[in-house]
């Protein structure tokens, strides 16, 4: 068989990418890719069938014969595409993208590739040359990192490096005893290739290119003279390649989000609850305005987004009692997500809770914090929301008559009706378009959507591309324990950020093994890491006491990019109903009163250590980002590993966290060096950013972790150079 030439190496030291196109660039990207829509189904008297049968019949086409130019150079493999392309890859301004592609051709010719990315307002990004990967597979790789919100996207280009070619025939041929006489041809044929290379490198450096085209023609020289300086523009020739035989691929959609849908903290309160007195039957609920008096203190921990539960009206009509009863008391407040009754529905407030005008003071006083709110948008009715009435359509009703109320058997919700999305898909879908722009106008720019699962897919993709389309600020944060396939397949369509598996994955192997699919999964779905949710109180905080919230703090905040809290985790609430995973007393269905600060004084709380997490999060760069978190080796599987590190700012910080609240638990690391910036020799100074000791550390050290001092270190690293 005939052996297939090693691809020409990259030059030794990488060169940054330059703004000006190389010689022989291929035309203008195309029109840049926006984010693919979903068309609203047919209304049920326009069936698709009829409009197809009344389309016109297209005319048989002439074969046209194929360009024998096009697709000249396969490529083949490119990623980031997100199903071949139908839904955009995620990225946030900032973030470094890894572009790859696998780019090969025929014979013995160098082949290079490059990435061009535009972003959404159509401008071209600088050229950027793409360099090989391992020996033998044909691999490329490159970065790109956008800088405006919207749909952008890119294309790899592959071509044929000429001057590659010519220099590795050229050096093969000196090596093997060739003299000037059999590289006749070579020489002439180099001189003419620098003259076409002198036209595309930057002024400054076209000197040296025809210095040494000039030195080629030059035969009174030696030979090793002649070619020397024409061997030496390597670096500079692959910065401003010659290329030959362009091949763009197509252009793949990028959808890119701000900062916050990558990085963000999330602390989740009742704003009822806040301020609200508690009596023997004199209940009195807090308001926007008490709710006021708690923004100080979420601040402080260092969260930067507040997540309201619905604000909306609460039904009357089979509403809930205390621990989810399915009588309710008079003086029961009923659960938020059984939206809608007499006051409205959706698009309104709570009456007790204030006025609009008192919401919009909220959301401004909060940004005064640094607090941006995000809003519950659970798409359900209480059997008294004005859509029954109006909109009966809109649910299922059951043989009996009745409209059937949700249910997740053995659990049942008889205050809230599902809405049914098939009966009129189109005024649904414009009804809460309207009511999401409704809060967008109000200066809601986040949403944490409740129980995405149990709608259309096709749903959601309509209506994110609706409201981002109008703005696309907005961010959508799905809320969906469900099986893998729905929760990336709500993640591809457009959500910003999902709720995950964490609380479930309580060992050390489980916690790798799981980050590692969510960082392989980065392009299409940014994880949120959630300890408790009113919902969710798993049994490790129910029984490990007040070290597993510490632990769980922990691998939330420093493994993911994004993380949250629900209010009372700083206190250690971990009283279970019995045999269930949820809060007795549950917060969902009755007033909560804390008292924060009494906590505090009595050194009951987590608030210090919580914003200690989040100041270290603040001030590391490398924990802003999701891709970069990489595992290392530690001998105990009670302990886990990792680390993240960031190229630009040369921050990097490892953390090694205990999975045991109940003792001291010994290790070994077995650290991979290159991945902390290092050499596999080198020495280097960590800090723990929770005790503050320093200590010389190499690839192998021994740590303890007592879960009653800190259950993990969290070290920034310093190279001893």
Known sequence: MPQVAAEAAKPSSTPSPESARPVGSAAPAPAPVHAPQVTAAPKPDQPAAADAARAPKARRQV????DPAAGRIPIDAVGPVVSGGKYPAKAVV???????ATVFREGHDAVGANVVWRDPDGTEGPFTRMTPGDPGTDRWHAAFEPQAVGAGSFVV???????LSWRDAVEKKIAAGQDVTDLANDLVEGAALLDRAATGVPDDQRSRVTKAAEALRAEDLALGIRVSPALGLADLLWRYPVRELVTRSDAYPVWVDRKKALFSAWYEFFPRSEGAVVGDGHSQQGTFATAQNRLPGVAKMGFDVLYLPPIHPIGRVNRKGKNNALVAEESDVGSPWAIGAEEGGHDAIHPRLGTLEDFRAFVAAAAEHGLEVAMDLALQCAPDHPWVKEHPEWFTTRADGTIAYAENPPKKYQDIYPLNFDNDPEGIRQEIRRVVLHWVAQGVKIFRVDNPHTKPVNFWHWLIAEVKDVDPDVLFLAEAFTRPAM?????KIGFSQSYTYFTW????????????????????????FWPNTPDILHETLQHGGPPMFKIRAVLASMLMPSWGVYAGYELFEHVARPGAEEYLDNEKFELRPRDWAGAEAAGRSLAGFLGRLNAIRRDNPALHWLRNLRFHEIDNPALLCWSKRDPRTDNTVLVICSFDSSGDQWGNTTLDMPALGLDWHERFVVTDQLTG?????????????????EPAHILSVRPRR
């Open 157 to 163: 280009e592959a071509f044929s490096d000429p001057y």
């Open 94 to 100: 900032g973030e470094i993208i890894p572009v790859s």
């Open 487 to 491: 929760m990336n397949g709500l993640g």
């Open 693 to 709: 000791g320093t200590y010389d550390w190499g690839q192998r050290n021994a740590v303890r972790l007592d879960p009653f001092l």
């Open 505 to 528: 994955r309580t060992s050390a192997w489980e916690m790798r093994e799981y980050c590692e699919q969510l960082v392989a999964s980065a392009d299409h779905m940014r994880p949120n």
């Open 63 to 66: 074969p046209v014969e194929p």
